[in-house]
């Protein structure tokens, strides 16, 4: 079964643990749950919780939000973008003082700003403005020999972004912020990583005007561009929306929207673009209010891109009510599939529902008509991440989780990034997660990339907070224009 994964994606982790002999389901007594709350207070202590994830855990010398927690391996940039606009949230909410989120924003762009750029193999945090996927937690430069992330780069200047907006007092930390982020933007090159610009083009994709994934100094470009419906929309926006090194219209119109109708489809009665993980619907949804804005596509089909992914949240949904693969624990209130951990077992020994089964690790989970990769393992995010789009369907989904798995899955930062009430079998290890022979396997970490968009979106839903700073913005709006998109606030803008 093939599947397109972006740039922000994990490489598949090799699987070590071996199988139990001859694994049985357990008896054993279920796990406590936690007592029902209001919803109101729910999301409070949701949003407070995964801010705090942000706050607590991001290196303040250096800016690096972990990739992961408690594990933290490495940094992530897409992680930092989501820190800086955790920040601006937390002062709003009054978790922390605005004093104390625009001094600490100051410090990370200044970080990132004077952070070592070059084509070398090590030492360097980016090239040509671009930032690598993960960087080191010593130094913040790259790590191993991960890719020159052009889709992270774009999560991190999210960030950037929002800070550079938001912050719009006449304070010497507030005027640096914005300074900062206007140069950290204005230095990328969006035109060197149009590879068509420079006469090579990805090896699969011939004509393609499109963005490249990404691009290492051992290797060059990586084998693929931004092409087709997925989270690439806000690597667009913000390199046509650039003042220094702008790409033109064509990247979009023959590049990430070439062939969008071969997207487009049905799946348990909701008619959409489709993208089996929610990321895909939700990571440019954090920054950019779609709300009646349409462009060409868009405005052909009759909605916008936030109906679109509402459509996808709602399918998400109904394919978990059905539960077709009989995997345990689905149902209207327990669903949602991005790219998660997982137990990390594919072997097929264990058997769900009298079938064989295979349990896979970090992967790209996900429902669509096009395919469906199901394995057993329901991902929080998809749901939180989708709040803004669907509340009377998300947010009852994550009170049940918080209810039904109690402290194993929810607990001092919000929830885990994964479970899998299927992988309950005696004897059974995981690499990455714990397992209960009831209630099953919980994931031991915190991902950044899936706790930004539960906490961004969720205060979209609650007070458009994020959404109405970043209309705002110049960069967004002009790229946005320069796209092509018409209608609702966008017409209003400078």
Not at 66 to 90: H, M
Not at 116 to 141: C, E, I, S
Not at 174 to 199: F, S
Request: contains cysteine.
């Amino acid at each position: 079964m093939s599947f397109r994964i972006g740039a922000s994606l994990l490489p598949l982790v090799a699987l070590t643990a071996a199988c139990a002999a001859t694994p049985v389901p357990s008896t054993a007594t279920p796990a406590a749950t936690l007592p029902p709350m209001s919803e109101a207070a729910f999301s409070e202590e949701l949003t407070e919780r995964t801010f705090r994830y942000f706050w607590d855990t991001t290196d303040t010398q250096r800016c690096l939000a972990p990739d992961r927690w408690p594990s933290n391996p490495f940094s992530s940039i897409a992680a930092t973008g989501f820190a800086l606009t955790a920040y601006g949230i937390g002062a709003e909410r009054g978790y922390v003082t605005r004093s104390e989120a625009a001094e600490r924003t100051r410090d990370c762009l200044r970080f990132y700003w004077t952070a070592p750029q070059g084509p070398g193999v090590a030492g360097a945090a980016g090239y040509k403005g671009f930032f690598y996927h993960f960087l080191k937690n010593d130094d913040g430069t790259r790590f191993r020999n991960v890719e020159l992330s052009t889709v992270d780069t774009s999560l991190l200047l999210g960030g950037v972004l929002f800070a550079q907006s938001y912050y719009d007092r006449e304070d010497p930390v507030e005027a640096e912020i914005r300074d900062l982020a206007e140069k950290i933007y204005t230095r990328v090159d969006w035109r060197w990583a149009q590879r068509n610009t420079t006469g090579t083009q990805a090896t699969n994709q011939p004509n393609s005007h499109g963005i490249t994934m990404g691009w290492k100094p051992e290797a060059g470009w990586e084998p693929h561009d931004w092409i087709g419906y997925n989270e690439g929309m806000l690597v667009y926006i913000l390199a046509m929306g650039s003042p220094t090194h702008a790409v033109g219209k064509d990247a979009w119109d023959k590049g990430w929207a070439a062939d969008l109708e071969k997207d487009w489809g049905t799946y348990y009665g909701q008619q959409h673009l489709q993208f089996e993980p929610m990321f895909g619907h939700q990571y440019s949804h954090v920054w950019v209010d779609f709300r009646g804005i349409r462009d060409d596509f868009m405005r052909g089909k009759g909605i916008d891109y936030f109906e679109n992914s509402r459509r996808a949240t709602l399918a998400q949904r109904a394919y978990g009510a059905d539960n077709p693969n009989k995997w345990t624990g689905y149902s209207a209130d327990i669903w949602g599939w991005t790219a998660s951990d997982g137990p990390g077992y594919s072997e097929g020994k264990y058997r769900v529902s009298g079938t064989a089964r295979n349990f896979n690790g970090y992967m790209a989970r996900g429902v669509s008509a096009i395919r469906v990769v199901d394995d057993g393992t329901v991902v929080p995010t998809a749901a939180g991440g989708s709040v803004a789009f669907a509340p009377e369907v998300t947010i009852p989904a994550l009170m049940a989780m918080r209810t039904q798995y109690g402290e194993r899955l929810y607990t001092r930062y919000g929830f885990k990034d994964a479970f899998n009430p299927s992988f309950t079998f005696v004897g059974a290890q995981s690499s990455d997660g714990k397992v209960d022979p009831v209630n099953g396997w919980v994931a031991n970490d915190y991902l950044g990339i899936d706790q930004g968009p539960i906490l961004a979106m969720m205060e979209n839903h609650r007070s458009g907070f994020v959404w109405k700073v970043m209309r705002k913005n110049p960069h967004i709006v002009r790229g946005l224009k320069r796209i092509g998109f018409e209608g609702g606030w966008l017409d209003k803008a400078k």
